[in-house]
């Protein structure tokens, strides 16, 4: 299969885009280069042209990068050694006195590090709900460069227009980043609906087995990506061989498994909307979701990302720390179940007031729901619920 070849399904890119059979030994899995150097046949003059040195290039973080661009509709693709450093690394092309306009519920890590780190380079940050593209617009100034959103939003599952944002964010000579972590490339694709940038934590779905940390980064222009990839060569944020390989493997089940995830977090969605014992439930494939409309046209599937407010920390600690089939632990997108309490673990570092505004209460509870079955998982819950 050719790795620029777009008249294949996604299951079947998932499967074959970026690999090709190893040269030497025909093997149909891409090898693990786990070298730091290589070899030149003579002074200056690396083989292939880029491969003098391993964090400039690898043939299996190569490879992974030729898949997620396929994935995500891109023409090229940058891996990174975690969704942090893909999102610093995007960031980093701006200079001081450049702004960023964000979505407000983004992913603590995210916040932390706008705020506390690129902050002080002289970068300015201002956060707005992104659900409100006039908010956005207002939001907007002569010297804003960026516009970063998350959609879904981590853990409020807020959803943003992302061709609206386009539009508005190329108007003012801006780009639009979307952070997919949440929606996969199975279930979103930003690209085609005008983004700039796409970007992963491919820690979480793409990867999907709990065992890697890292970031991915598609984009459709030559001269972005030649950005990302000096940049990440200058600051060395480069995923390990190993990193890459499992990813690669991780990607090729990426749409069975989201199948199964969708399927499921719908199940538990109604589920949860249904028992009493539950204030509130919040997940884009409900109809009660008030962007469900939105939801629809630009997502696929809806994933196993769901939400919900039991009140009080006393409940949420009753529900947490009893389950049996979802483990209490920060991240997402793995084939376990997950559970954690974003205002004491994942969002504990975003201040209780920005916090309090966007709902991110101590009786808010986000569950990743697994790839299991669903009977078990929807038991597990019930049991602990109904107690």
């Known amino acids: 299969m050719s790795n620029a070849s777009t008249d294949f399904s996604f299951g079947t890119k998932a499967i074959h885009a970026g690999v090709e059979p190893e040269p030497v030994t025909g093997a149909i899995m891409t090898p693990i280069f786990q070298t730091s150097t290589y070899v030149q046949p003579a002074v200056g003059e690396p083989r292939a042209g880029s491969y003098d040195y391993g964090r400039t290039a690898n043939p299996t973080r190569e490879a992974l990068e030729a898949s997620i661009a396929a994935l995500e509709s891109g023409s090229h693709g940058v891996a990174f050694a975690s969704g942090l450093a893909a999102l610093e690394a995007i960031v980093k092309r701006l200079s001081a006195g450049d702004h960023v306009v964000s979505e407000e519920n983004t992913y603590g890590g995210t916040t932390r590090m706008f705020n506390h780190v690129l902050s002080r380079l002289g970068i300015e940050f201002t956060y707005v709900d992104a659900r409100d593209v006039d908010a956005v617009a207002s939001a907007m100034r002569p010297n804003t460069k960026l516009v970063h959103v998350e959609t879904p939003t981590n853990p409020m599952m807020k959803l943003c227009d992302i061709r609206a944002l ?91 498994r989201m199948m199964r995830h969708n399927e499921n977090g719908q199940a538990v969605a109604e589920f949860l909307e249904g ?9 884009p494939g409900l109809a009660s979701h008030e962007q469900h409309d939105l939801a629809k046209s630009q997502m696929g599937g809806f994933t196993g990302m769901v939400s919900v407010d039991v009140g009080t920390l006393a409940r949420t600690r009753a529900l947490t720390e009893h389950l049996k089939i979802f483990s209490l632990a920060e991240s997402l997108g793995g084939v376990e179940s997950l559970v954690n309490v974003p205002a004491l673990m994942t969002h504990g570092s975003v201040p209780e007031d920005r916090r309090e505004a966007m709902g991110i209460t101590p009786g808010l509870v986000r569950f990743s729901v697994g790839i299991e079955d669903i009977d078990d998982i929807i038991a597990d819950l019930d049991r602990v619920l109904s107690a």
Not at 275 to 283: A, F, I, W
């Open 166 to 256: 386009a539009d508005l964010a190329h108007a003012h000579d801006a780009l639009l980043c979307v952070d997919n972590t949440f929606a996969s490339p199975f279930n979103q694709r930003p690209l085609e609906l005008g983004a700039d940038f796409t970007m992963h934590s491919s820690t979480k779905y793409v990867n999907g087995h709990s065992d890697v940390i890292g970031g991915l980064v598609a984009v459709r222009d030559d001269a972005l990506a030649d950005d990302l990839f000096f940049i990440r060569k200058s600051s060395g944020a480069v995923p390990g061989p190993m990193d890459c390989f499992l990813t690669l493997r991780g990607i090729k089940t990426l749409h069975v």
């Open 275 to 283: 028992h009493p014992r539950v204030d509130r439930v919040l997940y």
